[in-house]
């Protein structure tokens, strides 16, 4: 079941059938004194495709700053709160576009309400973000007792939190409920898709370092987002951002919801390889995936496969011999010196514009 | 429909409902005055799950190396052959588990058959590897005049190749059918095993690099297992062969087809972090995955979700302001200094060796 409900956060509606957005997480303490590095790395994080950025604020401080920031870039930032509903408060005097809490360690209602009430007056959203490793006490003795399962407590911690939302008059949420398995990440969000509309922000915490990251959050969020779960998705990896996003738009790529973008495929070379297909593709990688147009570019080492896949993409390269032969939507375009490949191939993108 | 048949590649068997298993594929050269450090290179493969490993033989004097490193290790290993069969007749004057050809580049029959004589008389099975970027003229005619698509066009190549192994008496194959898109490797692989009962080898052919490559291997290979289809796997990315195979074995877990190991669950650092897991994470990584023992170890990086996540594992670590705090099983065991987390984490890991 589709969301119906949306949010908008800044220019990004998040819901309502829009395009399913990508998101990563700041990683290092964000310093007021280098507001425009990290501006520079926001503006290449939106040509690499995120669409939102989340910022932990630890500190009642980091809000002011974040702010600056915010008003620097055009992405939507979020400002990520646990514990301490002041720094909630400071964050929604900022052109802050969305708050995360975490109820679960936000003590009394009477906190919440505070920051609802000043989210409603600057039409700012909020994602309730209920997370396997703080669960409330009560579910948390439930699950330990055997009473409830881990999908269910999560499920039954969002419903809490979103019924406490309603009962203050405020819907303007996102939810998330993330497990550190696919299974219970497949399970908790059909459980909840299936009783409420509101938009879902997929992803599976602790998910690990890059490869069993990727693999666990391709497993989960595909399955999910065929079925017409999920409005947002943050891919959680032990690394970059950069790469975060990368699988996010693959993860929708392989879900058929991709955006317009270079389809890269590549060979993992072997012993035959006549063109070093990794160092090429690992130059040209963050050019490719900037480019907004539909189109597959094939990057091969050798004569096996090379130009049997090289013939069916948009352009193709790949090694024959001591020669590098580019072809152009199946027809062999061009026989060059292996040293021409990076001057030739910058000409060829240019198409692609 | 799970596979009947099975063929057995020195001590390991492929299909007939053994476990699912994990292939690599040699990426350099085979240097015949570097065998032994490719010996402890196959052995520490073997060591992160690799159970078969794959070889280009472009040249017939690359039959003696390779054979020569298959009588040093324990490791299956398997000669993949184009073009020449003579180089396939070669590599079966040493033992070497496995021959992959791709019949639509060996050229006449005779030269097939010579090929299936020799290896039914020494008992080694042969893949018969289709490729969407090598398929026979004929098929890649048809498919370019509309009257099959990409997927009918493998199936079919695929098939041609089993009926005429089955006319020289050869039975002893498993299958593979290679498309580079996920869409395409689900309907081929689903096609075909409705309808034959020789043994699976799995992958999406020139996936790209990690992130796409990972993304694209999980999406399609992670639900035909679950359907009980594939007998082998190979994720092949523009990446290291231990890549590789840490893919691997992610994807049979992710798949409910997972052999006992380690679940690493860590988190992916934010400002809130005051222990660097991804630093340790990647520091221990290789050790981790190199145990044997059924259990989940999680490196967390700040009291938000880490003592949460910590606690249901059966090993964790994580950070509290300066120090480090160690958990056994739900319960605290140890509170370190920053400085002692290396030390302190391999006196913990003797536990599960």
Redesign the interface.
């Known amino acids: 079941m589709p969301s119906v409900r949306s949010v908008k956060a800044k220019g990004l509606i998040i819901g309502g059938g829009f395009p399913v957005s990508i998101q990563t ?6 310093r007021a004194d280098a507001l425009e590095a990290a501006a520079a790395r926001v503006r290449g994080l939106a040509e690499l495709g995120c669409d939102v950025l989340r ?4 500190a009642l401080g ?1 809000a002011e700053v974040l702010g600056r920031l915010a008003a620097m870039v055009e992405m939507p930032l979020v400002a ?1 709160i ?1 514990f301490d509903w002041r720094i909630a408060l400071a964050c929604l005097d900022h052109p802050i576009a969305k708050i995360r809490i ?1 109820p679960g ?1 936000i003590g009394e209602r009477w906190k919440v309400e505070e920051v609802t009430k000043k989210a409603r007056d600057k039409g700012v959203p909020i994602r309730i973000g209920v ?5 409330p006490q009560d579910l948390r003795e439930r699950l330990e007792r055997g009473e409830i399962d881990r999908a269910g407590a999560l499920v039954a911690a969002a419903e809490r939190e979103v019924a406490a939302f309603e009962e203050l008059g405020f819907s303007d949420v996102v939810v998330s409920m993330k497990a ?1 398995s ?1 299974a219970e990440t497949l399970e908790v969000n059909r459980r909840f898709a299936r009783a409420h509309d509101y938009p879902l922000h997929l992803g599976v ?12 959050n ?2 989960a969020l ?2 999910l987002l065929e079925e017409g779960i999920g409005d947002t998705i943050r891919v ?4 970059t951002m950069e ?2 996003v ?2 996010g738009r ?2 929708l ?3 058929g919801k991709g955006r317009a973008g270079i389809t ?10 006549g063109f070093d ?2 160092a090429f ?2 130059r040209w ?1 963050a050019r490719l995936y900037a480019l907004k147009t539909e189109a597959t570019i ?1 990057v ?1 080492g050798c004569v ?6 090289a013939r069916h993409a948009d352009l193709g390269i790949t090694g024959a011999g001591d020669k590098v032969v580019i072809f152009r939507k199946g027809k062999i375009a061009r026989t060059i010196l292996r040293e021409e490949a990076d001057t030739v191939f910058e000409e060829e993108l240019r198409a692609f514009e």
Chains 1, 2 share one sequence.
């Not at 997480?25 to 964000?30: A, C, G, Q, R």
């Open positions: 997480m700041w990683k290092e303490p964000l910022f932990a604020v630890p980091d990520d646990h975490n360690n997370n396997g490793g703080s669960l550190s696919v915490t602790e998910a690990g370092p890059l490869v069993p990251g990727i693999v666990k391709t497993a595909v399955p959680s990896i032990s690394d790469t975060e990368a699988a693959e993860i790529a392989a879900a890269l495929v590549s060979c993992p070379r072997c012993a035959r390889a297909t990794h593709t690992a990688a094939a091969m096996v496969n090379g130009p049997g896949e």
